[in-house]
């Protein structure tokens, strides 16, 4: 008979997730929830200093390779279990719509930074070509702005990275020289007057392969 736990509702394995101590005294909890349930009944004073050393260990950069090895033991061990507690979670159809508005909104949080960052606070197209007026509502329509390769060659580096990676990697890259924010009438402009869509052959960083 499959024995489920009686918080999450994960199957419970003897001797996997499901400790013996806990089998005898006919607990139905997994692991995972047991340390959060002794977790919650823990004095203030003691979370503490809990999370005070761990925050130790995590800060020291000779433990890095030691949490990166122990995380992929601990999701090689569990993995059926996490996957089975995946495809129950995500066959709900609110579950499923809570996870792509969370992601839409991380996506929108991340490229406002960075369309902060090249086209000013709140951020507005270049206008190379003077097609926008002072109150044109297109001129800072987030909608209607994206990034744009000043030299072109940015379909060498989608490819390479993906549409939403650019935005991640020119973050981590302390926001490199080279883009600007434009509307997409801008950018079609810019496409066919710089003849753009002829230099599919070179790498995004305007050099020859």
């Not at 925050?55 to 992929?72: C, F, H, I, Q, V």
């Not at 902060?116 to 329509?141: I, R």
């Not at 973050?171 to 066919?192: A, D, H, S, T």
Request: with cysteine; hydrophobic share 30%.
């Amino acid at each position: 008979m499959t024995v489920h736990c009686s918080k999450c509702g994960m199957v419970l394995y003897p001797d996997k997730n499901w400790a013996q101590a806990n089998r005898l005294k006919r607990d139905y909890i997994c692991r995972d929830c047991r340390r959060k349930r002794r977790w919650e009944h823990r004095s203030a004073e003691a979370k503490v200093k809990s999370l005070a050393k761990l925050e130790s260990w995590r800060d020291n950069p000779n433990n890095l390779e030691k949490r990166r090895k122990g995380a992929r033991k601990r999701y090689w061990k569990k993995r059926d279990d996490l996957l089975v507690k995946s495809r129950m979670y995500y066959s709900d159809p609110i579950n499923k719509q809570r996870h792509i508005e969370r992601n839409r909104a991380r996506r929108q949080k991340i490229k406002i930074e960075v369309l902060s960052h090249y086209g000013g606070m709140p951020p507005k197209c270049a206008n190379p070509f003077g097609l926008h007026l002072t109150k044109d509502p297109f001129l800072n329509d987030i909608r209607s702005l994206s990034l744009d390769h000043i030299n072109g060659n940015g379909n060498q580096q989608r490819k390479q990275l993906g549409a939403d990676s650019i935005y991640v990697w020119l973050i981590k890259n302390n926001f490199p020289e080279g883009y600007q924010v434009l509307c997409m009438n801008c950018q079609w402009i810019k496409r066919v007057k710089n003849n753009e869509f002829g230099n599919l052959h070179q790498t995004f960083d305007g050099k020859q392969p």
